[in-house]
């Protein structure tokens, strides 16, 4: 056996992070999305249903 070898799986640490803009979360890169981290913005499935709600929560009256 071979130690000198770097372990292949890399440790959460590693993985990017995204902060979701409706719950101001932050959270790591997922094998599932691994085709489209660069498309996805929310944490969630409820944080993307809420993001309407959102806007109109920000804007002033």
Known sequence: MNRDREPKARGKNTLPLKTCPICSKEFNWR????????????CSKRCQRNKSRDIVNVQPH
Request: aromatic share 24%; no cysteine; glycine share 0%.
């Open 31 to 42: 094998k599932k999305w691994q085709r489209d981290w660069q498309h996805v913005v929310y």
